[in-house]
Nanobody
């Protein structure tokens, strides 16, 4: 399993935007699918968005139309552009790969994540 490094979190007001980055130490062009998860306090970790090598994506219903996942193979980085942020988006965001192409079966090793706080 590849060890990924998340960054880009922070404090933002409702309606604001943030872009998260997930950097890999190896070429991601060989990684079929990877994406973002989040865990809010007192809640289970949930899938946010996943992207595959062909560019196909899937999103949680709660973020559709607001978040966009993308990958830059040249920079070995996956991004999560988050717009129209809401207080309920507050969570620690993690990047990971998965055994399946949709992100429903993530590998068990998680990084430190990056905190996103949406508050006025």
């Amino acid at each position: 399993q590849v060890q990924l490094a998340e960054s880009g979190g922070g404090l933002v007001q409702p309606g604001g935007s943030l872009t998260l980055s997930c950097a890999a130490p190896i070429s991601i062009s060989s990684i079929y699918a990877m994406g973002w998860y989040r865990q809010a306090p007192g809640k289970q970790r949930e899938l946010v968005a996943f992207i595959r090598t062909g560019g196909n994506t899937n999103y949680a219903d709660s973020v559709k139309g607001r978040f966009t996942i993308s990958r830059d193979n040249a920079k070995n980085t996956v991004y999560l552009q988050m717009n129209s942020l809401r207080p309920e988006d507050t969570a620690v965001y993690y990047c990971n790969t998965a055994r399946d192409g949709l992100g429903n079966d993530p590998y068990p090793n998680w990084g430190q994540g990056t905190q996103v706080t949406v508050s006025s």
